[in-house]
């Protein structure tokens, strides 16, 4: 979604000249593989590419009385070294298994910190909810029950639909990025992509409704 | 997939939904829930997209902020390539959505000049086929210079094998057919591809394929070529190693597309230029036989014949390929997946044969010309002499006869009659066959005259399938003779954003010239016409609209250019052209135009109609008069017209044609 991020490189575009080992012109999937097998400078691209939004993304998931006493940047950073190292190790890796993994992982630490900074003394009350400590900024600008039945419905979806969504709705990263992320051909694909999987979302939150 | 559900998620995840009014307001009930979730969805995209304090939307770029780029309104960026970038854009004046291609300024200079890119666009812009992506318009506008085309929705054959893995051989065999008549409508242009690859071919909802990106084609004769190749994993050696182009190129390109689809892996590869280039040399490659050992003799004897190192020894031409893969598709045995993808459940058929009887067929229905339909029908045909209870194939002759009987290729009435056989065997066989109740539907407007009974069928079918242009363009057709102009062009234009290709048939012009609004249909067939300057069928259309809004001259001028390219052929124009005539007082031309019909009748059907419309000129009822009662009998179906349009047809109207048409209930009261 950021203009600014578009660049004149098309996913894996193979024209001629192009060094596939120019490490910008790789593919996600590919730049994992290399941090597997030990290349620190694919690590650098990867973390190029993701850790600025993904360390956003994170600090709207922070309850506000927790900002303070949790380095975000930090927690982020080296959760997202940790799951970048692992999942490239994956037998049959799927392209949506990195941004899914990465999410949950993100998300857990970001959940344990909150609770860890509650328990403190002169935090702020808990209000009887784990999952709900107090709201974080996007829970207050959404509010508690669209909330947990997004989440809810989004966690039901399949890897891949929920690595698509959360590259898109949550990283607001571009089709052509997301092209590049989960090994789509074209940012056109990705769109179509995102829509489907969008849809799913919508429809799992309507059965939830009706349930 | 509903379109409105998909228009709504579309909007959200483009970071339009401030657009959100613009939705189609007949959304139906079962999907308003799915519909209120996406935009609870869009509450959590503001909500991210302001955490992540970025504009929602891909957009456009900012040197193209603002929206208008010559004519056409940007929509947003969909897309960059090594070239340029691909915006979503919309035509003004034609309501139609367009995809932009906007080339990088760096990367023109002296080996591609803004003349080329214009040169190119004008040269594609005159190929019209289904199975090429249909080039519009190509212009140098505020410093930048761009090329526009058809939007496709669909997936490209390598998202296809990314998701599901290489395809069978009997699909591969049907998606080169296709290819192989792309190659041909292009070359027989003068024009190279040059970049053919599972990335530039895309695959429709109802398996039409469509060769794409034509950005880096080239006239043959040019003498220094715009680029030296596409993708060097595609490239022949001669392109590779000495920068040769020719049809045999893309011929090589199309083998190994093929033997990608079948294998997910390339003939030559290399990590680099240099690799694979000295791959070539040494002619380091794997066969297919070797690769996959089971596929058909026959289909692998086709790919490395296209393949073959030396170009002398490929097929000379597509057609030549094409030919070879319809005699291997007819042996060959095998499943095709697309037959499950098209219909799954107890549509689909166990008799291999049969199936590639009916793959065959659908590949000469998505022609979507009039040659291809006999051939389709014989195909399906052959398909249901195999396998009595194959449904698919039921609802291929169904719809054939459709199209064969409204064309009067034969009489319609009987057409019209096993159409509508052929269609309720196909739901006894699968209830649940879309385009089936869409064939019943046109049966019950054309034969029936039961419009009632038509709308209620479209409406099934539409329901059950509501991406089917076969079934939405009859339905426009319904709405249009029924006078309903809005909902008739409501239902066109849907129809042709879900297949731009149906320019071809142009039914949203037909419905705006039926509607009085000659202007705007004009200039659609007029688009047509710059694809296909000697269609007959745009020339008939064109000179009907002329008639209707009461400019005989330029009516007859259309009808002539119909005469000519027809070769005389066409009844319907002959009969027309002679009733102008008639009107203008050139009776002795006229009557030379009826001996010309009475001559065509000994040796085909002509329609009662065609031969009524000379006497209504000549003022002869007695004649005219015999003629429409045989006209009805025949269930003519230009009779279905004539409650809307006969008032604006000088001579149909007069008392006794009236009387007539009134006491068969065509004017709405038996």
């Known amino acids: 979604m950021n203009d600014s991020s578009e660049s004149d490189r098309s996913p894996r575009e193979s024209t001629p000249g192009n060094s596939p080992f120019d490490w910008t012109n790789l593919t996600t999937c590919h730049l994992l593989d290399r941090v597997q097998s030990g290349d620190e400078r694919a690590l650098e691209e990867i973390v190029a590419r993701y850790l600025p939004r993904l360390k956003r993304w994170a600090s709207g998931r ?28 994956i037998r049959d890796r799927k392209p ?22 509650s328990r403190r003394p002169g935090a702020m009350p808990l209000d009887g909810t784990e999952l709900h400590p107090c709201p974080s900024p996007l829970e207050e600008t959404i509010g508690h029950e669209l909330s947990d039945r997004y989440e809810s419905a989004f966690l039901s979806l399949s890897d891949d639909d929920r690595a698509i969504l959360f590259l898109r709705i949550e990283m607001g990263m571009s089709f052509t990025e997301i092209a590049d992320a989960l090994d789509r051909p074209s940012a056109d694909a990705a769109r179509m992509a995102v829509n489907r999987a969008g849809i799913r979302l919508a429809r799992e939150m309507s059965d939830a409704r009706q349930r | 997939m509903e379109p409105a559900v998909w228009a709504a998620a579309d909007l959200i995840f483009t970071g339009r939904e401030a657009e959100w009014d613009r939705m189609p307001m007949a959304i139906p009930l079962d999907q308003r829930p799915v519909i209120q ?11 991210h997209a302001e955490n992540q304090e970025i504009p929602l939307g891909l957009g456009p770029k900012p040197e193209l902020a603002g929206g208008v780029w010559g004519p056409l309104e940007i929509i947003e960026l969909i897309g960059t390539g090594a070239f340029g970038d691909v915006y979503r854009a919309r035509e003004q004046r034609l309501d139609r959505q367009v995809a932009l291609k906007i080339y990088h300024p760096h990367r023109l200079g002296p ?47 390598e998202d296809r094998v990314n998701e599901h893995g290489p395809f069978n051989a009997m699909d591969a065999m049907t998606i080169g057919l296709d290819l192989c008549r792309a190659l041909t409508a292009l070359h027989e242009a003068g024009i190279l591809h040059r970049d ?30 715009v680029r030296q190749y596409g993708t060097p994993l595609y490239a022949a050696p001669e392109v590779l190693l000495a920068g040769e182009s020719s049809r045999q190129g893309d011929i ?29 040399a040494a002619w380091r490659g794997d066969s297919l036989s070797s690769v996959c050992p089971d596929l058909p003799e026959d289909f692998v004897g086709i790919v490395e014949k296209a393949l073959a190192v030396s170009r002398f020894e490929r097929f000379t031409t597509a057609a030549e390929m094409e030919q070879n893969l319809i005699a291997s598709l007819k042996r060959c045995g095998g499943r095709s997946h697309f037959v499950h993808a098209d219909r799954p459940g107890q549509s689909q058929t166990d008799d291999q044969q049969a199936q590639n009887h009916y793959l065959l067929g659908r590949s ?36 054939c006869l459709t199209l064969i009987s409204y064309w009067q290729f034969m009489r319609p009435r009987d057409g019209f009659a096993a159409a509508r056989a052929a269609a309720e065997r196909a739901l006894a066989l699968d209830p649940g066959l879309g385009e089936a109740h869409g064939s019943l539907g046109c049966v019950h407007m054309c034969l029936d005259w039961d419009p009632v009974a038509a709308e209620r069928e479209f409406e099934r079918a539409i329901q059950l399938d509501s991406q089917s242009v076969f079934s939405g363009t009859w339905y426009a057709l319904l709405l249009s003779s029924a006078g309903r102009h809005g909902d008739a062009l409501s239902m066109a234009r849907s129809r042709r954003e879900l297949n731009p290709a149906s320019l071809v048939i142009a039914i949203d012009a037909i419905v705006l010239s039926h509607a009085g609004r000659l202007e705007e249909a004009l200039e659609i067939f007029q688009l047509g016409l710059k694809g296909d300057p000697e269609s007959v069928a745009h020339h008939n259309h064109m000179g009907l609209a002329y008639l209707l809004a009461g400019d005989s001259a ?15 052929q066409e009844a319907w124009t002959v009969g027309m052209l002679a009733m102008l005539l008639a009107q203008s007082d050139r009776g002795d031309e006229a009557r030379q135009l009826i001996a010309h019909l009475d001559e065509l009748g000994t040796r085909r059907y002509v329609s009662a109609f065609s031969r009524m419309v000379p006497w209504i000129g000549l003022g002869r009822d007695d004649k005219g008069v015999a003629l429409l009662e045989e006209a009805i009998d025949e269930r003519d179906p230009y009779l279905i017209w004539m409650k809307s349009i006969g008032d604006r047809l000088p001579g149909i109207m007069a008392p006794g044609y009236v009387d007539c048409m009134r006491s068969a209930g065509i004017l709405g009261h038996r």
């Not at chain 2, 090589?252 to 290399?270: F, W």
Request: a neutral charge.
């Open chain 2, 196 to 225: 053919i690859k599972a990335r530039n071919v895309m695959r429709e909802a109802d398996g039409r394929v469509i060769l794409m990106d034509l950005g880096i084609s080239c006239e043959m004769e040019r003498e220094t070529p």
């Open chain 2, 37 to 47: 979730e996406l935009r609870s969805i869009a509450v959590v995209v503001a909500a």
């Open chain 2, 554 to 568: 330029r009516a007859e001028s259309c009808l002539r250019n119909a005469f000519k390219f027809s070769g005389g």
């Open chain 1, 96 to 117: 949506g298994t990195f941004p899914a993994y990465l999410r949950e992982t993100v998300l857990n630490r970001l959940r344990d910190e909150a609770r860890r900074a």
């Open chain 2, 252 to 280: 090589y390109s199309l083998g190994v597309l093929l033997y990608y689809l079948v294998s997910g892996r390339y003939p030559i590869s290399g990590a680099t230029l240099a690799d694979i280039r000295s791959a070539h």
């Open chain 2, 111 to 157: 080996s591609l000049m803004t003349s080329d890119v214009i040169e190119e666009g004008r040269l594609l812009a005159k190929v019209r086929h289904p199975n090429v992506v249909a080039v519009h318009g190509a212009e140098h506008c505020d410093g930048r210079v761009g090329i526009w085309m058809d939007c496709i929705e669909g997936e490209t054959l």
């Open chain 2, 364 to 399: 000469f229905w998505r022609q979507r010309a009039k040659g291809g339909l006999p051939k389709a029908l014989e195909c399906f045909q052959e398909a249901v002499a195999r396998d009595p209870d194959f449904a698919l194939a039921y609802l291929g002759i169904s719809q």
């Open chain 1, 62 to 89: 922070l309850p506000r009385g927790a900002r303070d006493v949790v380095d975000t940047d930090d927690l982020v950073q080296d959760s997202f070294i940790k799951v970048a190292r692992s999942v490239g190790g």
